[in-house]
Structures are given as C-alpha cells and as structure tokens.
C-alpha cells in the first residue's frame, strides 16, 4: 500500500504561480499529477517516470513543471502563467507493480 500526501494548493491571481508537492510513503515507479475542474472529468496533467521522462498536457505545456526528488519519492508540479482555467483539485498519482495509486486532492483556485 502506498499513501500519498499532497500539499501547496491555494489561491492565486491569474498570471501567478504555485508549487504542488506530493510525498509517497515508499518506493514508486511513475509518479504525477491529474486534475478535475468542476462540472468536468479528470484528466492528466503531468507525469514523470523513474528515468526522468515527462509527459504533459497540451493545456499545461510550457507552463507547468513536473520534477522529482532524488529518492524518487517526492514530486513536484511547479504552475507558472496560472489561468482561471487552471483551477481544479489536483490529483497526486503513483504507480507501483501496475497499481495506482490516489492523493486525496488539493484545491487550485486561479482569480481572474
């Protein structure tokens, strides 16, 4: 079992930037992040593998950041140029032995 623990949500101005973070309570293979705005499905926004690959969105590319720390533990999403359209809860995921695995959400609100 692996729990995820996600932090850095808020609010923000559009044009400004947040940082999510999000801890796994051991070892995982690809790591990132989801988000559902409301009224709409989740969808993905970033993910990182083991060897450092990313993946992004077409709506976040360019804006977003995904990264991880050493121990392959921790990863962050660093949001710049943050719009109104941004705002959703974020997911952490994590995938181990073909599980995935679920952070509990963290509210991102962009002001116009």
């Known amino acids: 079992q692996v729990q995820l623990v996600e932090s850095g949500g808020g609010l923000v101005q559009a044009g400004g930037s947040l940082r999510l973070s999000c801890a796994a309570s051991g070892s995982v293979d690809a790591m990132g992040w989801y988000r559902q705005a409301p009224g709409k499905e989740r969808e993905f926004a970033a993910g990182?593998?083991?060897?450092?690959?990313?993946n992004y969105a077409d709506s976040v590319k360019g804006r977003f950041t995904i990264s991880r720390d050493n121990a392959g533990s921790t990863v962050y999403l660093q949001m710049n140029s943050l719009s109104p359209e941004d705002t959703a809860v974020y997911y952490c995921?994590?995938?181990?032995?073909?599980?995935?695995?679920w952070g509990q959400g963290t509210q991102v609100t962009i002001s116009s």
């Open positions: 990182v593998t083991t060897g450092g690959s990313t």
């Open positions: 995921y994590a995938r181990r032995r073909a599980l995935n695995y």
